[in-house]
């Protein structure tokens, strides 16, 4: 993989590209989720680099991303991935977001309809303001001073223990939430402004259609919220496949990474039919 930046007016990203197989497509996109880094994807990337083009960040404000001015919003997001991907000769991107990096995918589906070839939601939720009720969105606007006060021992081992049921899991997201070991205050500002403009997109009650083949995979123990409950609707209202992952957590592509390379790989396979 070889890294490279990003300057945007907000700060610079870093992201890391693999074209050895360039002349193969689609190109695989893996947008991590909320405080998670690039190394979120090390099983995938591992089995998908060499077969097809492969891209990962570290999302702005993110880990290496940083420093980063927090004045931006999911649909920024979506505008500056597009700005790498055309600048890396990304045209046909099936993206692979995981919780964060899932809705950042449907920004990116709701702006760029037309080059977006296939769409793979792991442990996200529909950004559709149908979803979710008034407390909820109230909450995720003020979650900051939650992440600033709460004692970082107890935040280090809940965010772990939280997200993955693996030992391989766990100490990934450990040895991740460590980036910020020392500068809670920044951690808080990551997870306090990504729930914020989270919660501004669903507001914004746009419709988020997802017009690709796309796939929804979820943790049968993914205790993350409410995600269980938004994938079972959102796969009964859109009719989107889902594949339950059997004692996998939120997290489930580092839980379950062969099954959940196996379901990318066949999605990618049918879309290059």
Known sequence: ??????????????????????????????????????????????????????FVWDAPGHASSWPFTFDFDLMDKARWLDDILTREGFDQPVIIGQSMGGYVGQAYARLFPEKLKGFVSIDS????????????????????????YYPWKALLKSGTKGVAETAYGRKLMHKIMMTYDGDQERYAKISGHGFKMLAEAMEADLPYEIKCPALLICGEKDHAGSCIRYNKAWHKRTGIPIEWIAGAGHNSNT???ETVNRLIEKLVLEIHK
């Open 1 to 54: 993989m070889i890294k490279r930046t990003h300057e945007t007016s907000c700060g610079c990203i870093h992201y890391w590209v693999d074209r050895a197989a360039e002349k193969n497509s689609p190109q695989l996109v893996f947008l991590p989720g909320l405080t998670a880094d690039h190394r979120l994807f090390i099983k995938q990337i591992r089995y998908f680099e060499g077969k097809y083009p492969v």
């Open 125 to 148: 939720a529909p950004l559709q303001r149908e979803y979710v009720t008034a407390a909820e969105i109230w909450l995720l606007k003020r979650m900051e001073p939650v992440y600033r």
């Open 255 to 257: 839980d379950a990474p």
